[in-house]
């Protein structure tokens, strides 16, 4: 994880905020009128004591009366509807941050993702974005009332008295600024380790929940609860420690309210034993004085609860922030598939070289199959033809033109790709397919059903095509999700096929009707086939081995 400064996270966040400038600035407005609103009711109630003890008051009675109904009236209106537009704001712009996440997510799919914990990166489009929302309902329309209203107030304490005006700005000062910088600081990076935890815990609950069935097998449950129980209590002792920071902060914002309550008391006590100052302005200062801080105290709150949201906004920036392997080509060519070549083609993970002067012609229309041992490159092939990962030496072609010229889309619409694992979603068999060509009419969709050896199958079920295949395909035996896979292929109809061991999960029969499909029905196609069995490869028009990330 990137490691940015409070500033410089807040800066980033508070740029999002552009679009809806209009309505922060409205709600900030109102902001300041409710608070004014409140402050007056208070105010208004100590000329109402003056005028009742018999001193000079600048209102009757009965106008205090009137102007305090009126402002609880208005009070309660500009409060609603400064809450309302803040939550407005917080919720329109997590929507828009959660739709760039995605965005950013899908510019770093798949190079980038592959083995990324996958609960950790589900804590941080939920948990983590939805903390944001402290952050743009809490924070920012509240600095800028408390802000405006510490400018106000000390005005008009100081208008009063200078010195009691300063007393004023000091507290302000103090309670809004000091105190929540002094507990952000003592709160160091426990909320940075906190949020990193959590993402870790999703991820091992996730993990263990998908590896139920052979944690029971093998009886590994008592050590795996045990493993959970130690990373819970470490979360939650960082919780405790963030809980005691935060009782903190209202212990010394409390303490420093009535040690500047007590100032102003003396001070104003003092000025008026001295006869700079009447009775009248004593009471009007400290009920101001007195009744002023809860814009600030907002203020002060954010040193304990502020740290938690930003660490979560570091966590979603490093996403947004995070470069991808291979960017969208937009201003390259659109090709028609007419062959394929990689020549000299060198690819390494880190150290480790999976490919090392690989050439290899492909055909237009011809079935080209590719063997090897385990890790000898043959999947990263066709990755790298996918442009899921940018070559470090050679280059690859379609159509003779290299790949990282072709717009993106145009080399999408050219290939398709299905590997040993098909990820389907929690929806019906109908709409798995058709992720593959989401405009297909449902007669589309049978007949790749029936090329992939699945339509059989899929009207045997209560519910046909309408069927929900469950969370991650669950209720579907590894063959059956395969074959979904195969037939989205044929869907999507591509003139590139490439395949990775399309029928690994598949008994003899169903891998013969779906290889009759692919020479019979589809002859034009033009096919990359990587399998381990020889059964397979025999439809093949030519076959190639690699050995060591070089074509032999």
Known sequence: MKKRGSISIMMRMIKLV????????????????????????????????????????????GTVFTAVILLAVFRAAFRCTEQYLNHYIAFTLLALIRDRVFKALRRLCPAKLEGRDKGDLI?????????????????????????????????????????????????????????????????????????????????????????????????????????????????????????????????????????????????????????????????????AMMSSFGPVVALANLGSVLQNTLAAGNRV??????????????????????????????FAYGDETILDNFTLGIEKGKITGIVGKSGSGKSTFLKLLMRFWETNGGEIEISGTNINGINTSSLRGCESFVTQYTQLFHETIEYNVKIAKLDATHDEVVEACKKASVHDFIITLPDGYDTQVGELGDTLSGGERQRIGLARAFLHDAPLMLLDEPTSNLDSLNEAVILRSLVDKDSDKTVVLVSHRPSTMRICDTCRSVENGRMS
């Open 123 to 287: 804590s941080v489009i939920t948990s983590d974005i939805e903390l944001l929302e402290v952050f743009y309902a809490h924070t920012v329309s509240p600095v800028c009332i408390a802000v405006i209203m510490s400018v106000i107030m000390a005005v008009f304490i100081g208008l009063q008295n200078v010195v009691l005006g300063l007393v004023a700005a000091a507290a302000y000062i103090c309670v809004g600024v000091i105190v929540p910088v002094v507990i952000f600081k003592i709160s160091g990076t426990t909320a940075d380790e906190f949020r990193a935890g959590s993402g870790q815990l999703s991820a091992f609950v996730l993990e263990n929940l998908r590896g139920l069935d052979e944690t029971i097998q093998f009886g590994a449950g008592e050590k795996r609860i045990d493993e959970l129980k130690t990373r819970a209590d470490d979360l939650a002792v960082k919780q405790e420690k963030m809980s005691k920071n935060t009782g903190l902060n209202a212990a010394i914002t409390n303490s420093v309210i009535l040690i500047f309550d007590l100032v102003m008391l003396f001070a104003a006590l003092t000025m008026y034993n001295a006869g700079i100052i009447d009775f009248g302005q004593v009471v009007i200062s400290i009920i």
């Open 18 to 61: 552009k679009p809806l400038a209009g309505f922060m600035c409205l709600a900030v407005f109102l902001g300041v009128c409710g608070f004014l609103c409140a402050e007056f009711i208070a105010i208004m109630g100590g000329y109402a004591m003056l005028d009742i003890l018999g001193f000079d008051s600048a209102f009757a009675l």
């Open 317 to 346: 920036l490093d996403i947004l922030d995070e470069t991808p392997v291979t960017d969208e080509i937009t201003d390259g060519k659109d090709v028609t598939f007419e062959g394929a070549e990689a020549k000299n083609v060198t």
